[in-house]
């Protein structure tokens, strides 16, 4: 029934290919969730047009036409909560999301990362391994805090780099992963099982 759905609000900033993974899990009723407003600061994210397919309302917000970072969480927020926004899902969104919104989200903001945490975190995970020369790196699904790429852990998969991977390559079998764990960690959310102690996520039996 639709009204047990959990509504999802997605902050992106690019392709949104985790975005389309989510609506695509969400559509075949594999997750009991729906997308119902996605987010973006980047005006020519793809993630927008793909938004636009399925029908869900896709809001561009620029930064720079806030004063500051206050304000900017701020309409984040009022957005989000326009559209009766349950659980926030950061899929790609590369800035950092200002306490406005995590105070009003309380463990129930999500993060997308594509290395295993605490190793490199930022914007360029999936380089970083690769240029440090480790040969596993990974996916991390997180509970967000008020520190880049920080929060509790919720899952985590290795992806082992290869001799002769380029970054896209790598890059390519990063995000196949991507697609597969985030649902899985919301999925996990939708089911009320996760369960945070201190910065350790417990995954209680479904
Ligand atoms: C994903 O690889 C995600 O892990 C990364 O941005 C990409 C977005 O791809 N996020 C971060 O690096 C956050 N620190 P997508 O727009 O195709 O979903």
């Known amino acids: 029934m639709s009204s047990a759905l959990i509504r999802l609000g997605v902050l992106i900033s690019g392709s949104g290919s985790n975005l389309q993974a989510i609506i695509d899990r969400c559509e075949v009723g594999e997750l009991p969730a729906k997308v119902v407003v996605v987010i973006s600061n980047k005006g020519d994210a793809y993630g927008l047009k793909r938004a636009e397919r399925h029908n869900i309302p896709g809001i561009f917000l620029p ?3 806030f004063p500051d970072e206050r304000s900017y969480n ?3 927020l009022s957005n989000l909560k326009e559209h009766g926004v349950d659980l926030v899902v950061m899929a790609g969104y590369m800035r ?3 306490k406005e919104v995590l105070n009003a989200y309380p463990n129930r903001v999500l993060n997308l990362h594509p290395a295993l945490l605490p190793s490199f975190p930022g914007a360029h995970g999936i380089k970083d391994a690769l240029d440090y020369g480790v040969k596993v790196t990974g996916v991390t699904v997180h509970f967000a805090n ?3 790429d920080e929060g509790p ?3 985590q998969e290795a992806v082992p780099i290869l001799e002769d991977d380029t970054e896209e390559m790598l890059a390519e079998r990063i995000h196949a992963v991507e697609h597969v764990l985030y649902p899985r960690a919301i999925k996990l959310y939708c089911g009320g099982r ?3 102690e201190g910065r350790r996520t417990r995954i209680k039996e479904g």
Do not use: D, M, P
């Open 96 to 98: 950092l999301l200002g």
């Open 153 to 155: 852990i919720i899952l």
């Open 146 to 148: 008020e520190v880049f």
């Open 194 to 196: 996760l369960q945070i």
């Open 63 to 65: 930064r720079k036409e």
């Open 74 to 76: 701020n309409a984040i």
